[in-house]
């Protein structure tokens, strides 16, 4: 008789019988569940648990296959980027440093668009996740800032990282881009230049990185002894087309703005295509600064002054968050650096002519 049976009969199974996860958790006296926990490195199992168990599974030799695995954790070997951001570079950027982190890790990348205003959403998200079997999810704002959907990938026992213009969770489950600090860099920027009399065109008041960015930019004129004229502030939803027209909306002011700072760098082509129509020369005649330093900043003409999120790495980190406790990491304690957005100074504001 071998060691192995030894194991095995001590433990109540027949010998030459190959233990299955139910032998496992039956003599850890645990769930199947559980077990599938230990077994997939998840950080939702208490330590004195884990020791337990895993002094178990040493035992009995049990050495679960891949698709055993998968089926027994009920998960599959995916990884959901549920977003709502209606700028397609943006979300490539994001796919892209996600692909970054998963690459060699087993893992695979499955995307999944939504709208954050449909009354829907939430029960669309749980069919997702649930018909995908999803190992993690990363959520990118807006939708990381819908506590509804939190809830939901709570309920099912979905990790996730969200990634937000400020904290809203636990540090492991969090990627803060620092928004504020972003806008203020511009407002001071453009204040800098001279310029008083200056236009915002925001986000759409569901991301919650509207109001931040906004809150940036007034407390950093106000820092220069200038006020933010709300009559200078026009609503867009961060796409090129919601930049026209709000560039209309503030163009046709009589005193027109010196200056405008969008929300992103979409919208800020949206002011180039107007002040162009209008026979206006940036930066002549218009200052303007956009956000997030997507490569379309540097392929306009005049390049154009924007504030850089680093959109890619930003991807990147928070899928080694997600993947941290399969490593064996504290996804708390990764060693990541802080996202801090900067101002890249190019062509398109310039100072105010006296």
């Not at 009995?60 to 027994?72: I, N």
């Not at 970054?100 to 996740?129: K, M, T, Y």
């Not at 506590?147 to 803060?176: F, G, H, Q, T």
Request: a neutral charge.
């Amino acid at each position: 008789m071998t060691d192995d049976d030894t194991t095995a009969s001590r433990a109540g199974l027949k010998p030459g019988k190959r233990p299955t996860i139910n032998d496992v958790a039956r003599i850890a006296g645990v769930s199947k569940k559980t077990v599938s926990r230990v077994i997939n490195q998840s950080p939702f199992v208490r330590e004195e648990t884990r020791v337990k168990v895993s002094a178990v599974i040493d035992d009995l030799g049990f050495t679960p296959d891949v698709q055993a695995r998968g089926l027994a954790f009920r998960r599959s070997f995916l990884v959901g980027l549920i977003y709502d951001n209606p700028s397609p570079n943006y979300v490539v950027n994001m796919q892209q440093g996600v692909l970054d982190a998963l690459r060699g890790s087993g893992l695979e990348l499955v995307v999944h668009p939504c709208d954050r205003s449909n009354p829907a959403l939430v029960s669309e998200i749980r069919a997702f996740v649930e018909r995908q079997k999803l190992f993690g999810v990363i959520l990118p704002p807006s939708v990381s800032e819908d506590e509804a959907v939190i809830d939901v990938l709570r309920e099912l026992d979905c990790p996730y990282v969200r990634i937000a213009s400020v904290s809203l969770d636990a540090p492991e489950r969090m990627l803060v881009t620092n928004d504020h600090l972003g806008a203020a860099e511009a407002g001071r920027h453009l204040a800098d230049l001279g310029h008083r009399r200056i236009g915002f065109i925001s986000g759409p008041t569901l991301f919650r990185s509207s109001a931040v960015r906004g809150g940036g930019l007034r407390d950093a004129l106000a820092e220069r002894g200038v006020a933010l004229d709300e009559r200078l502030v026009v609503e867009g939803a961060y796409t090129f087309e919601s930049g026209v027209e709000a560039a209309k909306s503030l163009l046709a002011l009589d005193p027109r703005p010196t200056a405008i700072f969008t929300g992103n760098d979409e919208m800020a082509l949206g002011v180039f295509k107007v002040a162009r129509d209008m026979g206006l020369e940036i930066p002549r005649d218009l200052s303007v600064v956009g956000y997030d330093d997507l490569p379309m900043a540097s392929r306009v003409w005049p390049n154009l002054t924007s504030v850089r999120l680093p959109i890619r790495d930003m991807g990147r980190m928070a899928a080694e968050k997600l993947l941290a406790p399969m490593r064996g990491l504290d996804p708390a304690k990764l060693d990541q650096p802080e996202v801090r957005p900067s101002l890249v100074v190019r062509d398109s504001a310039t100072a105010l002519k006296p």
